[in-house]
């Protein structure tokens, strides 16, 4: 899973018109470092290789 930076600023330039959100130019390169550290971690567990008998984990239940 590869995201350009190109294509995590357009998803913050078009999420947040799309809300209706007016993202100050200074805080708009914070979301997008946020963005692209957030899709980093979702790499790390979307590649995860699964065996095809992995079975879900049980329902924690306190």
Do not use: R
Request: hydrophobic share 55%.
């Amino acid at each position: 899973m590869s995201v350009e930076m190109n294509d995590i600023e357009a998803v913050v330039e078009t999420t947040a018109a799309a809300m209706g959100l007016n993202i100050p130019t200074v805080g708009k390169s914070v979301v997008v470092e946020h963005l692209t550290i957030a899709y980093a971690m979702a790499a790390l567990v979307v590649d995860m290789p699964l065996e095809d008998e992995a079975e879900p984990a049980p329902v924690f239940t306190p």
